[in-house]
């Protein structure tokens, strides 16, 4: 292993470990709550690389108190993926309350509110990042949930609505005054989506704004990028998504820089492919084969990128009707690739 280039600050995990609420942390990697991707099995796999925090999939909060079958599938939390908290989303401050008693039945840590997803279907139904543009309202849905809840509440937004509405300074301390025991701050804004570099500066004005821990989220890739993250905003965690699709080992990568200032590398493809078996083995293992097939071709793609090839093994992908079709192709693709 090398060494980066020196970051000014020094970063030892074991001499400053995060609190939330009380709620402790071995790590300063956390997992982002990826609808479609951070389920159970994901999860427990970026635990098993050092993630130091996990989060459901977006729940519906009026689906859980309506009792959907889908939501509550979502809630469901393994005892080997702790410590874990549940996100739930919605825009009604009492149904957002309503529904955290069968969140609890799911023993989650923390609870999370959706205030950043930029997808149009929830943008749509006046949840996630929409509440940006009416900071009343977050402050008043924060307000309930943590009235409501026994465990720690966190919000997850972003740094405005667009550019001419960039208000995560006051959203920030709006929660607060809720009582909001941290937040996690995407440096974009909902118009922005996934494009253009993140925004350090928004990042750094909240943590300053604020006396509550604040995570820092937003191309995050490996231990690099995640110590030049916390130096220049100084927040006290950061929160990988993207960068963490068919890597689960960034969390380790992330460590060992934050730990030790040292690089660990990218896996062998041998060891990418094995990872990736282990990953979507353990999805069938709980989502049954048919569904766990549909669902790991999208796992199985990300799992090859940048592997000579990759093109050709994607379109082989998309067709698998079966784990031990799967399991042929990454033979192959070791064997090619040595």
């Not at 949840?127 to 509440?153: D, F, H, T, Y």
């Not at 993250?229 to 699709?245: F, H, K, P």
């Not at 820089?257 to 660990?264: A, C, D, F, R, S």
């Amino acid at each position: 292993m090398k060494k980066y280039g020196k970051i000014h600050k020094k970063f030892f995990i074991g001499n400053d470990l995060l609190k939330i609420g009380n709620v402790k942390f071995n790590s300063k990697a956390f997992l982002a709550p990826m609808a479609g991707v951070a389920d159970m099995a994901f999860r427990e796999l970026c635990v098993e690389y050092g993630a130091g925090y996990v989060e459901s999939e977006m729940v519906s909060s009026k689906g859980i108190t309506m009792t959907d079958r889908k939501s509550k599938e979502l809630l469901h939390l393994s005892e080997k993926e702790r410590p874990a908290g549940i996100q739930i989303f919605g825009y009604d401050p009492f149904i957002m309350a309503q529904s955290i008693e069968t969140v609890m039945e799911f023993k989650p840590e923390i609870i999370d509110i959706n205030m950043g997803c930029p997808a149009p279907k929830i943008v749509n139904n006046k949840s996630g990042s929409s509440l940006l543009r009416n900071p009343a309202l977050a402050e008043s849905i924060v307000k309930e949930v943590v009235n409501a809840s026994p465990v720690p509440v966190t919000v997850k937004m972003r740094a405005g609505w667009d550019n001419e509405s960039i208000n995560a300074v006051e959203i920030a301390k709006r929660v607060e005054q809720a009582g909001a025991s941290a937040i996690i701050i995407h440096g974009r804004t909902r118009e922005q989506m996934y494009a253009l570099p993140i925004n350090f500066d928004i990042i750094k004005q909240v943590k300053q704004a604020v006396n509550i821990p604040v995570i820092g989220n937003g191309d995050i890739t490996d231990g690099l990028s995640a110590a030049k993250m916390i130096e220049y905003t100084n927040c006290d965690a950061v929160m990988v998504g993207r960068g963490s699709l068919g890597r689960p080992w960034v969390f380790s990568q992330i460590n060992g820089y934050l730990n030790h200032e040292t690089v660990i590398p990218e896996p062998p493809v041998s060891e990418r492919m094995r990872v990736m078996l282990k990953h979507i083995n353990r999805i069938c293992e709980y989502k049954g084969e048919r569904i766990g097939i549909r669902e790991a071709r999208k796992h199985a793609a990300w799992y090859t990128k940048g592997i000579r090839g990759t093109a050709r093994y994607k379109r082989e992908i998309c067709s698998i009707e079966s784990i031990e079709q799967l399991e042929e192709i990454a033979f192959r693709i070791a064997s090619e690739n040595q």
